[in-house]
């Protein structure tokens, strides 16, 4: 008998037990009729439908193994690329690994194919850690732990159900510490903080930042391989560019011929104009912390490019500071930008998603005028968008503790009143009209 229960030991110790994890949603293709659902760890098949089945997979109507397996600094995603799913409409799924384990039941809402049909989203960045030496940090995280701040912001994704998320890049530290996998191992388990209490999930658009490897966000999220690309919401509401800034604007001829072609055909009465079109990328054109400044390639063939073709919001991070601007244009000498009321672009940013806090460096008497209001705090903005109007907010991760969690699952719904938001003294929201 000793010796039957010392071989089933030694025989347990070689049983490989499948798993999946570090569950994610990602938009690639049209927002209301298709879904990318990632995993890590081992493959599975996702059983879905429109009825809430819970954890009987059997009783889910539909199924789809993983299109492809991405893979980058020791992690393994499986990517289910589901389409010819219903416009604003609730899904639930499970997803049995190859070994028989079910997940718990997640869901998702699918986006409207309607452009009177408002749209919400939050968006924001850098959510990386700062790095130490000797034990002591080199970058200043207040909190003594910058996770603990992206964990808030994640925490608050889950209580405020955005109809989706636009985060613009630096994830991790990556190419700076010598541990990439662990990096985003922690990185995809503080997201499933970002899942509500009610299993539903929130879908993410990427853009590329410098703390990352070229096809990063290829691998790990699925978006498409160029690491650039657009996407339209709501049939005609809101059309979003991904840039990659990683790229340089001017150079590289095939980022820069997309984005002229693109904004062509949904430019100029041509009957394919959204009512607004947004963009959102890493690296600020005209930074606001750490000596950054101005990206020249970016003022010289993006931003007057945007502001021939009507785009009225830009989202950019990789200072870890916050600005909030009045609409703005180039000025003359394309060194910097001026206040246009009737004509200029908001940029917001720069991305405090929990990332190390840099001083500003215009502050007071020197402060941009055309920078509405700014501050060093973590931080996401959440939009709305509809078709006379999108309006602005900053949440600070602060108030996260005494937010009660949202229950509605309304598209394009607004931020309750007591929520706590970024409160200067010119207002609180900003309305764009169109």
Known sequence: MKTLLILLIALQSFVSYAFTEHYCLTFRDDPSTTMVIGWGGDSGTVHYGTSDEGGNYTAYPNTHVADR??????????????????????????????????????KFKTLSDDPNEPVSFITGGDSRDGFKLLGVYV??????????????????????RPDFVAFNGDFVMNQITSNTQAEWDQWFSD???????????????????NHEDLSDNFELFDIPQDEYYALN?????????????????????????????DLQIHSAGNGND??????????PTF?????????????????????????RLVSESHGHCTKWSYPAVANANENDFEVDMENGIVYIGEGQWGAPHREL???????????????????????????????????PFSGEPNVQPLTSDELGKVL?????????SNGSVIYLTN
């Open 287 to 311: 930074g606001m912390a750490n000596n950054y400044g101005l990206e020249q390639d970016q003022m010289t063939c993006w931003v007057n490019l945007f502001e021939q073709s009507d785009v």
């Open 233 to 261: 919401f709501h049939n005609g509401l809101l059309r979003m560019y991904m840039l990659n800034t990683e790229l340089d604007a001017c150079t590289d001829t095939d980022q820069l011929n997309w984005l002229v072609n």
């Open 361 to 395: 460096d215009y502050d007071g008497p020197n402060q941009k005028p055309y920078i509405r209001d700014q501050g060093v705090f973590d931080n996401f903005f959440y939009i709305r968008v509809s078709r006379d109007t999108t309006s602005i907010q900053c949440v």
């Open 191 to 209: 997201w499933q903080l970002s899942i509500s209490n009610d299993g539903r999930m929130y879908p993410m658009t990427h853009t590329l930042g």
């Open 139 to 160: 970058e200043d995280c207040p909190s003594g732990d910058c996770l603990e701040m992206r964990r808030q912001g994640n925490r608050l994704v889950a209580k405020l």
């Open 69 to 106: 397996t991405g893979s980058a600094h020791g992690q393994t995603r499986h990517f289910a690329r589901l389409t010819g799913l219903i416009p604003n409409t609730m899904y639930y799924f499970v997803i049995r690994d190859v070994n028989g384990i079910v997940t718990d039941r997640y």
């Open 416 to 424: 309750p009143d007591d929520i706590p938001v970024w409160e200067p």
């Open 274 to 283: 959204p009512f607004w079109k947004f963009a959102q990328y890493h690296v």
